[in-house]
Structure formats: C-alpha cells, structure tokens
C-alpha cells in the first residue's frame, strides 16, 4: 500500500508527527509512506479545500491507496473531502475511531484533529489513534458476527460515492482559477502524479495545465 501523508499550512508544524507515527507502525506490512507537507520550507500556504482537492488527485490518479491528513480540528478536512469524487474519508480523533473506521468502513483517507485538544499528551493520543488505525486489515468488517453485512453496507456507500459526482478532469474544470493556480503550484504533488500515474488522461490534463499555470 502506497500511503500519503499531507495536511494544511495551519498544522504546518505538526507535519512530521503524522509521518513518522505512520512509518512507525506501518513498517511490518512494508508500506511505502510519502510525505508531501505542507512543510514550513513553501512559500505558498494551503487551506483545508485546496488540499482536500490535492488528494483527491492523488486517489483518483491511483498514486497512493490511502491518505492522512487533518486540519485545526479535522472536520473540515474531511467533510471537504468527501465532497470529491473517489474520497471516503473518515474523522479520526481517538483510538477507537481509527480502529472502527479501519475495520468497517475500509475507506482511504484519514483526518485528524491535529488542533484541536492537541495539549498535554496529545502526541501520544496521535500515535495510538494511528496504531489502531492500521491494527489489522482493511474493510473486513466488524464485529465479526456482522462483518458480512458491514462489508454489504460499505460497498454500497462506495457506490453511492462513484455515480453521484462528477469525474476528476470535470471537477477541476469547474474550479475558479485562483484555486487551479492554488492546486498546480503544488509542485510535488502534481509531478509525482505526472510521473507516476498510468491514466493518461488525467495526465495529460495535468500536464496541459501545468504549461498553462508556467509551473
């Protein structure tokens, strides 16, 4: 599994907390985690919906499987999220969120609170939060008694999800420029797709746009 971690230029410090928590308990299924800030070396900031549309590039690009990301209190993260095409995102703020979410809902982008109640202990809250997150595998359902029906439920959410929105290219296209500036001047983000994706559409979308932005 490819596993992107990302996140607003409000929580621009807590970047590498999620990164390295993530590589930390990921590391005996030998998932590949990429990191793709914001970090604090980039001129340009980045709010909640602009990144929400950078992983819904990511996912739709089929570059990475999963992502984590959050923002100030992680819910407008994942609500922007789950507006886009391809995303089911879930709000993760303890252990046991992370683990029912992981278990039953099977879906590929995680937002937490990195903000919010983020005091005393709130790094150790974090790295439990992910633990349980990746404690076992994904969308299987649970509790097992259930879990057919949970898996049922699940895949018809996903459903829902692909004939309710419109395709990436078309979403983007309808974005007001100051945003598609916003999204092409995240430049490692939109070459890892150019270089890596095998939907040629998309790709050759990106590229035109790209040569469009002088990015």
Not at 71 to 94: E, R, V
Not at 111 to 135: A, H, I, Q, R, V
Not at 178 to 200: A, G, L, M, P
């Amino acid at each position: 599994m490819k596993i992107a971690i990302i996140q607003g230029t409000t929580q621009v410090d807590k970047n590498e907390l999620p990164f390295n928590v993530t590589r930390k308990f990921t590391a005996p299924y030998h998932h590949q985690i990429l990191n793709f800030g914001v970090d604090e070396n980039e001129e340009e900031s980045y709010s909640y919906t602009e990144v929400a549309i950078l992983i819904a590039l990511l996912i739709n690009s089929q570059v990475v499987d999963f992502v984590i990301t959050g923002c100030s209190s992680g819910q407008g993260m994942n609500l922007a999220c789950n507006t886009l095409p391809g995303l089911l995102s879930g709000y993760i703020p303890t252990p046991q969120d992370a683990f029912l979410f992981g278990r039953i809902n099977g879906g590929n982008v995680a937002s937490l609170p990195l903000g919010l109640g983020f005091g005393w202990l709130g790094e150790l809250n974090l790295e439990y939060t992910l633990e349980k997150l990746f404690d076992g595998e994904f969308g299987i359902g649970f509790p097992k008694d259930v879990a057919e029906r949970k898996v049922k439920e699940i895949n018809r959410i996903k459903e829902f999800n692909r004939i309710s929105k419109y395709g990436m290219i078309e979403v983007m296209e309808r974005l007001d420029a100051e945003t598609q500036r916003k999204v092409f001047s995240k430049v490692n983000v939109i070459d890892y797709i150019i270089h890596s994706s095998k939907d040629k559409p998309l790709v050759s979308y990106l590229v035109d746009k790209r040569t469009k932005f002088n990015l």
